[in-house]
């Protein structure tokens, strides 16, 4: 661990209604020198760049706040000096606030290095994830997997960009479906 975790809490609505004294130092590291209360009050998806990482990081919240489960899941987070290895706990709390304490593990200079898959034909930041639209399940390696796994196999947060999402529906939800649909 290199540094004090930063932390901050949003509301239902994935407002920023709280964050630490480390929030404004990393804040400053990074080159934003804005006070926090500048950023309390706003979504927290206003900092959060590209629709698919939006969408993965809703849906897993979701799935936190429905299930009351604590999460730790790996991710990036660069300046243009640094690559950050990071780690993020997703911790549910009454109201379905979530706390949110991201702690820096390693802290690389750039060049980014782009992962691949077994094959090193694609990278996995080029293929097309599917994802199902009723349960958030992912397809990795052609078998359906609950959405915080598949995060953390395909290490989705660390790469320099995200993958694009398909949707498709799983089998067990189509059987479902059809079964709703039959009654």
Not at 1 to 15: A, C, F, G, K, L
Not at 155 to 168: I, M, Q, Y
């Given at each position: ?33 804005s006070p926090k209360p500048a950023v309390v009050g706003r979504r927290l998806w206003d ?81 097309l994830i599917r994802i199902c639209s009723w349960c958030k399940k992912l397809v990795i ?43």
């Amino acid at each position: 661990m290199i540094n004090t975790p930063v932390i901050y809490h949003i509301d239902h609505d994935d407002r920023i209604v709280a964050c630490n004294a480390a929030w404004e130092s990393f804040a400053d590291t990074n080159g934003w020198h804005s006070p926090k209360p500048a950023v309390v009050g706003r979504r927290l998806w206003d900092f959060v760049a590209g629709r698919e990482v939006v969408t993965l990081w809703k849906e897993l919240f979701t799935v936190a706040r429905n299930r009351q489960v604590t999460y730790e899941i790996p991710f990036r987070c660069d300046s243009p000096d640094w690559r950050r290895e990071m780690s993020l706990m997703v911790i549910p709390q009454e109201q379905d606030q979530i706390e949110c304490r991201a702690t820096t593990l390693r802290l690389l200079p750039h060049p980014v290095v782009t992962a691949t898959d077994a094959a090193g034909s694609q990278t996995i930041a080029e293929a097309l994830i599917r994802i199902c639209s009723w349960c958030k399940k992912l397809v990795i390696n052609e078998q359906w997997t609950e959405l915080p796994d598949g995060i953390n196999r395909l290490r989705v947060f660390e790469l320099s960009r995200a993958p694009a999402l398909t949707h498709g529906v799983c089998p067990t939800c189509r059987q479902d479906m059809l079964a709703r649909l039959q009654s």
